[in-house]
């Protein structure tokens, strides 16, 4: 039985699990387990208690990690662990072992993922032969593009989240200036806004403007992790400040979406994960993301064409993964 090892490595959590390789080449998970990172001092003893003594070693591992990887090693961004993957493998005896972003390691997934995984935003036509374009506004905002080759996608890390934030209108520029002042910043960039941190940041505007004294109902958690999760749901229920953060927020994930689909000419479709993609469906789908991520003047005939697609499985990361194992394979 051929197994494959899959992990998606954060500084918070780390998701290990265990694939069987079927004849067919399609993956059945065995087997997968959830760890606290910070309860460990390292992967490597990680590894060692998943795999567990005496069972049959994994004929590949992807595992990916919650920061940049460079020649086959990582610093996590939130965790003092430094992965190497060539002594990983050697530890865990794993003849073909590698480390990938955590956001572009989702290029090797999207093509692979079941009706059950994904929802339809707006309507296109990919093109095979073409890039295409993975975006996801989670606690930040994640973004990497897929090439396709003769032996299938090849990912490419960006960090075009962290370029210069455009607004697009007197309102947004007005919060881009409060943000810099705010948070003490030279520079806006667009994670800032374009994340789910970034829609608490606009609801905290918008309650720094309307009510200064503190007299509404999401002026408690202004300074908290929690209010971008409490916008979304007062949203829901139609609050009126949290609709205008959510319609905000909304129009400018659509531009950014644009810009970064047009910088790659991302023919081959544009794909939203992260935490706010399964929950937010009917605001992607709707006219103000769709707007703007059309309204590039001449250009928008290109991004018409592109179709939109959400991926809905929290596990994607894993399963993404486990996809990148079976290509060491090949």
Known sequence: MTTLLAGDIGGTKTLLALYQ?????????????????????DLAPMLDSFLGVGQPTPAAACLAVAGPVVAGQAQLTNLHWQLDGSQLAAASGVGR????????VLIYGLP???????????PGVARPEAPLLVLGAGTGLGVAYGVPTPTGLVAVASEAAHAEFAPRSQQEWELKRWLAQERGLERVSIERVVSG???GEVARWLLHIRHPGGD???SPLAEGSELPAAVAASAALG???????????IGCYGSVCGDL???????????????????LLENLRSPTFNRAFLNKGRLEP???SMPITAVVDPAIGQFSAACRARMLLA
Do not use: M
Request: aromatic share 8%; charged share 20%.
């Open 97 to 104: 072992f590698e480390l990938v972003n955590d956001f572009a």
């Open 21 to 41: 390789l079927q004849a067919g080449g399609e993956l059945k998970l065995l087997r997968s387990e959830r760890y606290q990172s910070a309860d460990w001092d």
């Open 239 to 249: 609050e009126s400040l949290a609709c205008e953060a959510l319609e905000i927020w």
């Open 197 to 199: 941190t970034g829609l």
């Open 261 to 279: 689909a047009l910088a790659g000419l991302s023919r081959g479709g544009v794909w939203l994960a992260g935490g706010t993609a399964g929950k």
């Open 112 to 122: 692979h993922l079941s009706s059950e995984q994904q929802a339809p935003i707006r």
């Open 302 to 304: 290109v991004l018409a």
């Open 216 to 218: 509404h109902a999401l």
